[in-house]
């Protein structure tokens, strides 16, 4: 049995892989658990313990896979960042779970075990060279280089959600304006949802109505829900974060010329419509040799995929 963990900025999740007869791994248990708010890292360890005790029934794991959703020194087993959950400030998660579990770990970034998940297992299983985005609470990125995930000289690359795309824009925790996961991620639109009901309060009846007038209760998934109902005002919202997206990825395609950009989390199960609009703003936004070269693929895995990256990290 091999464990998969997943800490996530709202949720972790745990899950056990077994092979069968014929070699192929299966997913054969998963127990999820939401975080409640202002949970911290503490929390979030115990909470994963918890699941994976509860998965093995006394059991040993063969070894533990680990997605991260933060910035990852993975030949360190490093963590050394949360932007999401506070108290996750270098801690050597890798030797800390291995000592608890008494079984060898392996642990990267979210992005990047998602992309290996998806590049095994999933969208990318026939493109050697691809770039995997996660939009979800934030929004990070992991590439797979001639079929190896690439992580750069200090182990910080994919971090597309940090690059800037409007210097203008809305500060972003790192310290500076306009980053992709300030215009793109599932906090940004709730954001922009609040600042565009407080501003005009004739706007956005569906909105309004999801969550009865009470501003606090924005979430990214409310404003998709409210665009699949027909408000207007939510319609904006999802376009506008789908084609800042979409800017970026075509400076990721002009500087790196990945064979797929493979879109995964939460933000991505927005339909065909916001995946159009990405689409439309990475041709818009790439040198006219590649305009036809643009292919943006929903992730195979879901939610699933740092699970199953997870698994492949051990195997």
């Avoid at 708010?37 to 115990?46: I, L, M, N, T, V």
């Avoid at 933060?70 to 050597?92: K, M």
């Avoid at 996660?134 to 750069?152: A, N």
């Amino acid at each position: 049995m091999i464990l998969a963990f997943d800490f996530g900025g709202t949720k972790n999740t745990c899950a056990a892989f077994t092979r069968n007869d014929a070699g192929a791994y299966q997913l054969v248990a998963l127990e999820r658990r939401a975080s409640p708010p202002r949970a911290d890292g503490a929390y979030d360890y115990a909470v994963m313990r918890d699941l994976a005790r509860g998965l093995l029934q006394g059991k040993t794991p063969s070894a533990i896979g680990v997605s991260f959703g933060g910035l990852v020194r993975a030949s360190q087993g490093l963590v050394v960042l949360s932007h999401h959950v506070a108290g996750w400030e270098n801690i050597f998660l890798r030797d800390r779970l291995a000592a608890e579990f008494q079984t060898r770990v392996e642990l990267d970034n979210d992005a990047n075990v998602a992309a290996l998940g998806e590049a095994r297992f999933g969208a990318g299983r026939d493109c050697a060279n691809l770039l995997y985005i996660t939009v979800s609470t934030g929004v990070g990125g992991g590439w797979i280089l001639d079929g190896k995930p690439y992580r750069g000289a200090n182990e910080l690359a994919g971090e597309i959600g940090h690059t800037v795309i409007d210097p203008h824009g809305p500060p972003c925790m790192c310290g500076r304006r306009g980053c992709v996961e300030q215009m793109a991620s599932g906090r940004a639109i709730a954001r922009m949802a609040r600042q565009a009901l407080e501003r005009d309060p004739r706007r956005g009846e569906i909105l309004r109505a999801r969550i009865d007038n009470d501003l606090t209760r924005l979430t990214g998934l409310v404003v998709h829900q409210a665009d699949l109902a027909g408000d207007a005002l939510a319609r904006e919202l999802m376009t506008h974060a789908a084609r800042s997206l979409g800017f970026a990825i075509g400076n990721m395609l002009c500087l790196m010329n990945p064979a797929r950009v493979i879109l995964g989390g939460g933000v991505t199960h927005a339909g065909e419509h916001y995946f159009e609009n990405v689409r439309a703003a990475a041709r818009a936004n790439v040198i006219p040799e590649l305009r036809d070269a643009v292919d943006v693929q929903p992730a195979q895995l879901g939610d699933d995929a740092p699970l199953w990256g997870a698994c492949a990290l051990v195997i």
